[in-house]
């Protein structure tokens, strides 16, 4: 989860910064990615203030680690910020993933509700999703911390 927080911390997008990373069935590290543009494309600043334009032009976390990412062995973990919306949901049931970590459950602007649509079709696919646990939550703030202060001694 920390270096899909750490990939999150690239997003361009000032109003949803999340990040998705990838590992192998023991644990490499594959990719990592976050919602953002095509590599190279610098959008008119404006574009953040049109919704439907800017999600017409931005990849969701998921698409971008998943196209980025190292394709030496099978993706079987993806951890990521937000639950993954249904466009997310069907690319990772395609790339064959097998569990999925969440941090926060993703709210749909228009309704406030959660959108729950992932988890139809993980059930049927047989992958397995699950939040990050508060317990989960504190030892990567303990770690977090802990590493921040011994790197900046
Ligand atoms: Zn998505």
Redesign the pocket.
Known sequence: MLAAIDAASRSEDPQTQTGTSLFSSDWKPLGTGCNGFDAGFVPDPSVFDDRAKKSALIH?A??NAIKNCNKSQPIHYLASLLT??P??TALIKGWGVKEVFYLNQYIIPATGKPDEAFRAIFDFAGIKCRAITEEEKENIRTFTKNFALHALK
């Open positions: 969701h998921e698409v993954p919306c466009s997310c």
